[in-house]
């Protein structure tokens, strides 16, 4: 499907095409009252499942927040009624089933899908196809021979690679600017810590790959410490973080964080440690993870676009479940995945004569 013109354009083809209707209606019920003939009324509501993960996760709760105003903004704009059915599966791929379900025996027109197995949305796949409803999945990026199983299959994220290139590009910008705000000791060699997401998230795997190898790509010197997994989780984040402060004493210079939420679980632990020198980044531009870029404790962070990433889950929905074009001001890649564009926050970076 091929985009057909802005949100206002779309809106006013609409009132158009309503009144079109609505003459058509009368004239067939002037003169073909008798024969049956039905045209399809212009949908004025729709309705819409939302199927979250976890519900305490800090960046899909940003991402809820915004998707819920994103919702209220179109339906000002464009009169037609939104009603979102917003549920969290806990972390249980067997809950967000049959929250998919109820969905569908509730009459959703579209389904907006953050899995919580990215590797097995068959299931929600099947379901989805064998009611005609369309999904729009974000986030935690399913297979491609899922996605390639249906064409209302969509998908809103972020680039994992980019992601984790501009987080390394982050450091390597300072580094050349700055190496004593980076090396920290003056001994020629970044030592890093490094937190990691879940094991089965794309983002993970990906982000900590290539942050690392952007560094070493432009040649700043750096060793790994050490590195561990903690789950998105700032707590668990800090109770590593901890750990390798007591097993490498003034050792570390630097913490690269998947998130922001685990960025802050190490300054939790270097608050506690009073080593707040080291130097942290995370990715994400959450609500508390630009706090603590606001008051210097996080380094910096990677940010997807926000506004525009709910925006595009919003729309594309919206659009599925009114039959219509989809918007192009979302470009998809495979006419399937859109891709959020993402900046670098940083603090810290002091002007150099
Ligand atoms: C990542 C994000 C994490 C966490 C995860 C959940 O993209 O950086 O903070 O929210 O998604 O799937």
Redesign the pocket.
Known sequence: MKGSGNLRERKAGRAERIIRTAALCAACLLMTSCQGVHKEEEKTSIRIGVSL?RGD????NNIRSIIEEKAKEYERESGIKVTLDIQEAKGSQNTQNNQVDRFISLGCDVLCINPVDRMDTSLIIDKAMTAGVPVVFF??QPVEEDMNRWDKLYYVGVDAKETAVLQGEMVVDLYRKQPEAVDLNGDGVVSYVMLE?ETS?Q?SLIRTEWSVQTLKDARVPIEKITGGIAN?ERSQASALMEQWLTEYPDTIELVISN?D?MALGAIDALERAQAEDVNVIG??GTTPGLEALEDGRLLGTVSANKETYCSAILELAASCALEEELPEEYPLTDGTYFWTPQEILITKIKENP
């Not at 996760?57 to 899909?60: A, E, L, Y």
């Open positions: 993960y996760d800090t960046f899909i986030n935690r997401g998230h983002d998105w998130n939420d990715i994400d």
